[in-house]
């Protein structure tokens, strides 16, 4: 059954709207911000309300009361809350993303990966997009990522079905899908869940990141939601030799 995209509240709304400001120099590190007063007239809010995002952002680090001066941004703000799922091109890119060349756009039938993991009809017609990461002139992942069926994209998330046919034109820079993913999804609550299994990479594989067959990688597999619903599932080889891959472990 699909479910609809689980919106944030309006505090949450306006804490993403504060911090945006932060991270796009609008109050840059070691500013101070305005008075209550004066941006809750700028924002167009509640003084209750900004207090509320003013306290959750001094809890997450991104704000620090200072005695006779007022709330200032920290030095070094921490990554928003959102970002904590984060395409693999940035992930790896040890602070310089990598760069996605496209091999394949196309839609395919779904296979017993995508069938077990987005839910979909035998008969579905699914986004598959076939990408190689490279860095400093070498390939370090290939990726395969699928979408889940337009029809039920455009109920449960349809800002994500609009980025990926945009992103279909070849009028932008090429992305990953889950970069689309994640800025589609500015007040749509994403939930992740990956895998990590060692391989080989196989003939293929290896002629496509240009390393032989028996080179030993790392296989990630990913799957995305919106609240109970799969709208992205993905497979990520990285050989040896990749960037280090940070991963957090949680239950």
């Known amino acids: 059954m699909a479910v609809s995209g689980q919106r944030r509240r309006p505090v949450v709304a306006l804490y993403e709207r504060i911090a945006d400001a932060v991270h796009d120099g609008t109050y840059p590190p070691g500013s101070t911000l305005p ?5 809750a007239a700028e924002l ?3 003084r209750p309300a900004l207090r509320e995002a003013l306290l959750l952002l001094q809890e997450d680090g991104v704000l620090t009361v200072r005695r006779g001066v007022g709330r200032t941004v920290n030095d070094r703000p921490p990554r928003r809350g959102f970002e904590h799922v984060q395409p693999l091109e940035e992930l790896i890119g040890a602070g310089t993303p990598l760069r996605v060349r496209v091999l394949l756009r196309t839609f395919e039938e779904p296979t017993d990966f995508t ?9 579905a017609e699914l986004r598959f997009w076939e990408s190689v990461l490279t860095g400093e002139g070498a390939a370090a992942a290939l990726s395969h990522e699928w979408a889940a069926p337009d029809a039920l994209l455009d ?3 349809p800002e994500f079905a609009r980025g990926l046919r945009e992103a279909e034109g070849g009028s932008a820079e090429a992305v990953s899908m889950l970069a689309v993913l994640v800025a589609a999804s500015r007040e749509t609550a994403l939930h992740a869940h990956s895998g990590i299994t060692a391989t080989l990479l196989g003939r293929r594989r290896g002629e496509q990141l240009g390393r032989p067959a028996d080179t030993p990688a790392v296989l990630v597999t990913q799957v995305v939601r919106v609240g109970e619903t799969p709208v992205l599932a993905a497979k990520h080889m990285l050989p040896t030799g990749t960037p280090a891959l940070p991963v957090l472990q949680s239950h």
């Open 35 to 39: 008075s209550e007063p004066k941006l």
């Open 44 to 46: 167009g809010v509640s």
């Open 115 to 123: 069938t077990q993991h987005l839910l979909a009809p035998a008969r």
């Open 155 to 157: 109920r449960v998330h």
